[in-house]
């Protein structure tokens, strides 16, 4: 009996972790979801020309500086972190989705790209409130069940 409480407490403090960590998982996919969502929304294809790429790492991603330019003629400049590519040229104009009213705001891709991202997130920020609440739901039962034995016994 005593090894049944000490497990039930056990998993129950074990669980605590975890739902937290599914939480701030869920609120950071969430948030990315909003920036995209808006961008699906609002966003406007356009060109933007590859103006630095920097390598940065070993795994093939580099630091790239994009220059948009927007319709009062001014040119904004985005940097992003990108994959190496042999098509990356500096020079060169690659598609973007940016804000219609907030050009730093933006996507270096299509706008079929900017829905596929959010759509991807927005499952992953339901998969992580998913088991976040499972988290918490079996410590809450684990830690109520280990207390309730030893308040009977």
């Known amino acids: 009996m005593i090894i049944l409480k000490c497990l039930l407490i056990g998993l129950g403090l074990l669980c605590l972790p975890v739902a937290l960590f599914c939480r701030s998982l869920f609120l950071g996919s969430t948030s990315g979801v909003r920036e ?3 961008l699906e929304d ?28 927007v319709p009062d003629g001014d040119n904004v400049r985005k940097q992003s972190g990108v994959n190496i590519t ?3 040229v500096i020079g060169g104009t690659y598609p973007i989705v940016r804000h219609h009213r ?9 706008m079929e790209e ?28 684990s830690l109520v069940s280990g207390v309730l034995i030893i308040a009977l016994l």
């Not at 609002?42 to 330019?69: C, D, K, N, Q, W």
């Open 86 to 88: 042999p098509d990356l």
């Open 114 to 141: 900017v829905v596929d991202w959010r759509k991807t997130h927005e499952k992953a920020a339901a998969v992580a409130k998913r088991l976040g609440l499972t988290a918490a739901a079996l410590a809450v039962l």
């Open 36 to 38: 995209f969502r808006e």
């Open 42 to 69: 609002m966003g406007v294809e356009s060109h933007a020309r590859l103006t630095h790429l920097e390598p940065f790492g070993t795994r093939g991603y580099a630091s790239a500086v994009h220059e948009i330019e």
């Open 102 to 110: 907030f050009p730093t705001q933006s996507y270096v891709g299509t």
